[in-house]
DNA sequence: CGTGAATCTTAACATCGCTCAGATTGGTGT
DNA sequence: ACACCAATCTGAGCGATGTTAAGATTCACG
């Protein structure tokens, strides 16, 4: 309003204050229902001093998908047993998740964490739908511990524990990955419905009990299975190998 | 152009004629990069002459996804073995489906509707992408053979065969969704990848296999599980009994 | 205190979803 | 044949959006 506020520099913590103002918005009005200049304006900015900082608004989209991908990631390890590795400080957020101990059997771990997937895409919806939908994100960005990885650590704890054959574990994430995901964007999406968070909890134990069960009985012949790749985890080795965009053919 | 151009009165059609110009923008640009305006143009008609057969343009895109729905259904159907019940003619479409074999194993049907499922999500991503993402469809269309009643019936079929006990019958249906469901959706927003269609449908055989294995171990005590809804079935079951939409929660 | 880079603003453009008042069309009854 | 009516579409326009360009403001540092 007036001219010379100076209140309307938020020097390098612009940034942030979009990405804050653009998921709460997201939690107000879901996926679609908000704009570039609203979020400007919460922040007390104009909307013109956004595209200082995002190339667009799909940039920030896509800047809020890596941010809330990365704390799903570290809400699984939370729930697998031990702390987030990048732990910052707690947060102190509401600490009422009921996957408070620090499971020694592999396989609560397992149902511990595709509990805490689902049981977050259905608090948050149009979050997980928008962090789902955001296409690939940023090549130069990776997410802090990605549901990937965690699901990866977790089988691989399995098969060290004798719960999983060897046999069995190649691409075995990408198994318990797909049933996890698809329960919670069947919920996420309203295409599926359960009465109350307790319901949530059981169905998402049975998904996982279920594929879990289904990859220790893979003993048969079934040569080798097809190896599927995380947009995430090739991203990273591109950029490992040197990352001259030359290819590049993820993001379209 | 021309101001007594009488080819612009496409009685009764427009409306189909905007669903199929949306849906080939769709392929073209993705779920979001086009406008209603731009569909009416291809059809040849000025903007406001979609509002007479669509309340907005969320409308256009609800309706879109049901008729895309539907055809996905129809495709699981025919995968399985029989014929789409209310088959139109065979559309002349390539008939390039290798799940031409009305197969009578039940298990292998199963696995057929499920390799159709995410087979489909991977030719037409933003198609489906759309679909899923479309929310609660409306209240008063129903979907013709939907995705949820196929696998249902497939299901009951694998009882009826004795593959699967009826204590794990009620809700399977959800758990193969969730799975069929989560490597479609992981595929078509791009969050994985896979080398070429074999082996997505050797993936997808994984999935369902895994899943199917799992449920049929269920013999354990494990008591009752929760009552999951499709919102299809109950929005069906809304309307049977009346549906004056005192409560109508759904489409929210 | 002044200079330059970082940061934000003002103004504007093209497009979008949507509405409203009116024109055009095709059929129906007489 | 004509007049009328409902269905259908057009045209102009409103407010808002994403995005850009050019200018103002602020801060850190000499």
């Known amino acids: 309003m007036a001219k010379g506020n100076h209140r309307n520099y938020h020097h390098g913590e612009l940034r942030d204050a979009l990405l804050d103002a653009a998921e709460t918005l997201v939690h107000e009005r879901g996926v679609e229902g908000w704009s570039l200049r609203e979020a400007s304006a919460r922040v007390g900015v104009s909307p013109s001093a956004a595209y200082h900082h995002f190339a667009s608004r799909d940039a920030l989209v896509r800047a809020l998908s890596e941010r809330v991908l990365a704390r799903l990631g570290e809400r699984m390890s939370a729930a697998a047993g031990h702390e987030p590795e990048r732990g910052s400080e707690p947060d102190s957020e ?143 080795a591109e950029r490992r190998a040197g990352g001259s965009s030359a290819r590049g053919g993820i993001g379209r």
């Open 94 to 236: 509401s600490d009422s998740e009921p996957d408070a101990e620090p499971d020694s059997d592999p396989q609560e771990r397992l149902v511990a964490v595709g509990r805490s997937y689902v049981r977050w895409a259905l608090e948050e919806p149009a979050v997980a739908r928008l962090a789902f939908g955001a296409g690939a994100t940023d090549p130069d960005t990776s997410i802090s511990p990605h549901p990937h990885d965690v699901l990866d650590a977790e089988l691989d704890r399995l098969v060290d524990a004798g719960c999983l054959g060897v046999s069995a574990r190649p691409g075995a994430e990408f198994v318990v990955w797909a049933a996890v995901h698809g329960l919670a964007t069947l919920l996420a999406d309203g295409l599926v419905s359960l009465d109350g968070p307790q319901a949530v909890d059981r169905e998402a134990e049975r998904v996982v009990r279920a594929v879990l069960g289904g990859l220790t009985q893979e003993t048969a012949v079934s040569p080798t299975w097809p190896t599927a790749r995380s947009a995430h985890t090739e991203r990273l």
